[in-house]
């Protein structure tokens, strides 16, 4: 069972940038799709990027050119640089890695709030 733990959440200001990091406590090189997903407050949990174990990417409409996922085998860590941050992008992010459809696993969260 693979635990992660996500960072590098905080406070700022419209306009400005974050990066999240989500290490695991192993190899993520056997998981088949890590990805960012988010929750605000009263509203459901939504994906922000995801990355296959191929390397490809989707992200969400409204974080598209703003957002982008990456991956370090060697740091078994996933990445989320944000740049251009909106109030809207306020929410608790969380890491998820899938090595299949029964066997999911989640971080505990992080905050990010975008003062307008």
């Known amino acids: 069972q693979v635990q992660l733990v996500e960072s590098g959440g905080g406070l700022v200001q419209a306009g400005g940038s974050l990066r999240l990091s989500c290490t695991a406590s192993g190899s993520i090189f056997s998981i088949n799709v890590m990805g960012w997903y988010r929750q605000a407050p009263g509203k459901q949990r939504e994906l922000v990027a995801r990355i296959t174990s191929a390397g490809s990417t989707n992200y969400a409409d409204s974080v598209k050119g703003r957002f982008t996922i990456s991956r370090s085998y060697a740091q078994n860590t996933l990445y989320l640089q944000m740049n251009s941050l909106k109030f809207e992008d306020t929410a608790v992010y969380y890491c998820?890695?899938?090595?299949?459809?029964?066997?999911?696993?989640w971080g505990q969260g992080t905050q990010v709030t975008v003062s307008s």
């Open positions: 998820r890695a899938a090595y299949s459809d029964y066997a999911i696993y």
